[in-house]
């Protein structure tokens, strides 16, 4: 995918559900860091649309009640 231009997001979102396809019990998952040595933070609306649509469609989503 990388040799042929298409976008890290793209890439690394594939590689996981490649990962998760072959070990069937497991989450996989890629962080980012900058270059000061922060990684990246995404959203819990991003994380639900990953789980949903791409990782985990059987995956629920609850808050838990506090």
Avoid: F, K, N, Y
Avoid at 30 to 54: P, S
């Amino acid at each position: 995918m990388i040799a042929r231009g298409a976008p890290l997001a793209e890439t690394t979102r594939q590689l996981c559900v490649e990962a998760e396809r072959l070990l069937p019990d497991t989450v996989s998952s890629v962080l980012t860091v900058d270059a000061a040595g922060h990684h990246g933070r995404i959203t819990e609306a991003e994380m639900r649309e990953i789980l949903e649509t791409a990782v985990r469609p059987a995956v629920s989503w609850s808050r838990p009640e506090t």
